[in-house]
């Protein structure tokens, strides 16, 4: 199984420019997440989604949007591209059911915003 | 709302040195708790994870975690660590709730000396 894959991994932008990352799943998890990541702030949660049709915000969902058509995709997209959304962004993904409650996290897209 | 505190942004050992890495969170109810590693370059990786039981976990790669209640503390060790041990390490909570969303700390950057 390939997990969660995300793509690009590398992408420049310049400002006000849009773009969306990809993200796409094979384990049939509802749930579907999207993090970002910055020196020293952690992971921050921008928005998640816990099945088909279903989404919502997350602690940092600002300038992003997303949508959940499918179990198996959650893109997230960058309407107008900042400077500060310059990060590296992880999807991850999880049975909504799961007591274990694991992420499984795709490599991380990196960013620049120019 | 809660909240996962890592004190340790920068921790800098020699090869053999014993490691502890603090977490502390802030919730009331009931928790499920992580830390995950993040090696240079890779995606985020589970390390270990408590549910409930027994309140001393171990992990892979010869970690542990100590799961203190009532000092809302979720500390991970281990004895002798490696060169191979360097990488970022994030200590997560889970939130209950229909969401459930897993909330991380800032990370603390681990580098072992050869």
């Known amino acids: 199984n390939a997990g969660v894959t995300q793509t690009p991994k590398f992408q420049v932008l310049k400002t006000g420019q849009s773009m969306t990352l990809q993200c796409a799943q094979d384990?049939?998890?509802?749930?579907m997440s999207w993090y970002r990541q910055d020196p020293g702030m952690g992971l921050r949660l921008i928005h998640y989604s816990v099945g088909a049709g279903i989404t919502d915000q997350g602690e940092v969902p600002n300038g992003y949007n997303v949508s959940r058509s499918t179990t198996e995709d959650f893109p997230l997209r960058l309407l107008s591209a900042a400077p500060s959304q310059t990060s590296v962004y992880f999807c991850?993904?999880?049975?909504?059911?799961?007591?274990?409650?694991?992420?499984?996290f795709g490599e991380g897209s990196r960013l620049t915003v120019l | 709302a809660q909240s996962v505190s890592q004190h340790n942004h920068h921790v800098i050992l020699s090869e053999a040195a014993s490691l502890e890495l603090g977490c502390n969170y802030s919730?009331?109810?009931?928790?499920?708790l992580f830390w995950y590693v993040q090696y240079p370059g890779q995606h985020l990786q589970l390390l270990l994870k408590?549910?409930?039981?027994?309140?001393l976990v171990k992990g892979i790669k010869g970690f542990e975690a100590e799961f203190i209640k009532s000092k809302f503390s979720f500390n991970l060790r281990k004895p002798s660590v490696q060169w191979s041990d360097t990488a970022e390490y994030f200590c997560g909570v889970l939130s209950s709730g229909s969401a459930r969303q897993l909330t991380f700390g800032s990370g603390t950057q681990l580098t072992v000396l050869p």
């Open positions: 384990m049939n998890h509802e749930y």
């Open positions: 408590y549910f409930s039981g027994d309140p």
């Open positions: 991850a993904s999880r049975l909504a059911g799961s007591s274990t409650g694991e992420l499984f």
């Open positions: 919730y009331g109810g009931t928790v499920n």
